[in-house]
């Protein structure tokens, strides 16, 4: 596809990359290849794609245009966003040492600590917004740094190219997750980053009715082990879980810029309210990282925490007494959500040095009209 002058913008190619119309019958959308296996012209002859756990063609559509909108050569999809976050840790061996954020999503730290120390991966968690500490706790055995940015849920900002400049000194790579912010807010390998993970299930799905995972790269090693290990544990995602996330990529744009807007209302509104100790948005002036992130992103993205005063039985009451703000885990979709992630999202880590604070609340910011959200969250703090 050409432009009229040079690359077509984010939102054209949301839409039309990887997604031409179908040459058998002009079908404006990709179809659904509802199918396992294809016909071979002789043994070995195939046209591409022998069985469904290796390739299908509407996978195929998804992988290219995540990899064109994460600016990257090679898309991969997966079941999950943890099955790809596993299949990253999957390029590493026994001995290897990872350094993540210490305050990093709970479903990732229960890979890390409970499921990968057992066959000999070590971990550090360290304050990634001081990339001294980073540089700290580097070893000889360091072959990862998993980067979250905005982290979850305390929505730090980390540099990525101060980190990618010290993991790339000693050997290590550097893996982006970018579910937070989305490609449409942030793409990691233009600042250094080797791969970029996602749970498409959040912002790139939308519409909280589909599982799936991705990671995008450029160099053509990386993707050749990935996409070994896509076949081989095979973690992959059906063709209409594809299409459903396809489906959503088209308005990522539009309802970025909405959800943004909405959670900077929320935040400012969060901010002034005497119930609430303390609110973590990167588009807020006084977030510790906002410069950082008006430089490294292109939005502030959807996702708003604070901690309500009184501890855990007050975060507690107000998450229970909303009514547009529907309690429920995950994040992302045109709907708002409210998360208490000491209970929820983050119970994983109770009782180890990252849990979380029992008064915070996580809230991702729905597409509604913001008035009737902050009137919702307005009631919701009277009443408790």
Not at 52 to 79: D, M, Q
Request: glycine residues 8%; contains cysteine; charged residues 20%.
């Amino acid at each position: 596809m050409r432009a009229v002058s040079g690359r077509p913008r984010f939102e054209t190619r949301a839409i039309h990359d990887g997604q031409p119309p179908d040459p058998t019958t002009g079908a404006v959308i990709v179809p659904i290849y509802q199918t396992s296996t294809y016909a071979q012209e002789a043994p070995g002859r195939h046209r591409g794609y022998d069985y469904s756990r290796t390739a299908n063609p509407t996978r195929t559509a998804l992988e290219v245009a995540l990899a064109s909108l994460e600016e990257g050569a090679h898309g991969l999809a997966f079941a999950s966003g943890m099955a790809a976050i596993s299949a990253v840790t999957s390029l590493l061996n026994p001995g290897d040492h990872v350094i993540a954020p210490d305050d990093v999503y709970g479903g990732t730290y229960r890979l890390l600590v409970r499921v990968l120390e057992r066959y000999g991966l070590q971990s550090s968690f360290v304050d990634m917004t001081r990339p001294e500490q980073v540089e700290a706790v580097m070893r000889p055995q360091t072959r990862l740094v998993l980067i979250e940015t905005p982290t979850n849920p305390y929505l730090k900002i980390l540099d990525i190219a101060a980190l990618s400049t010290i993991a790339r000194a000693r050997g290590a790579l550097v893996a982006v997750d970018n579910t937070f912010a989305s490609p449409y807010g942030q793409q990691p390998l233009r600042w250094g980053a080797d791969l970029v993970v996602h749970s498409t299930t959040k912002y790139l799905g939308g519409h909280s009715d589909v599982v799936n995972g991705a990671v995008v790269v450029d160099r053509d090693d990386l993707h050749a082990g990935l996409r070994f290990h896509q076949n081989a544990v095979g973690a992959v995602p059906g063709p209409f879980d594809c299409w459903l996330v396809l489906r959503g990529i088209k308005t990522v744009g539009v309802r970025m810029r909405q959800h943004a807007a909405n959670a900077a209302a929320v935040a400012a509104y969060l901010a002034s309210h005497p119930r609430i100790e303390r609110v973590f948005y990167p588009g807020l002036s006084d977030h510790p990282g906002h410069a950082l992130a008006a430089r490294q992103m292109t939005c502030f993205g959807g996702m708003v925490s604070c901690v309500v005063r009184g501890g855990a039985e007050a975060a507690v009451r107000v998450a229970s007494a909303t009514r547009l703000f529907i309690l429920a885990e995950s994040l992302g979709g045109v709907e708002s959500l409210l998360d208490h992630p000491a209970s929820m999202t983050h119970a994983s880590l109770a009782g180890s040095p990252l849990q979380v604070d029992a008064g915070l609340l996580r809230l991702s910011v729905g597409i509604e009209h913001v008035d009737d959200l902050i009137a919702d969250l307005d009631q919701a703090l009277a009443r408790a």
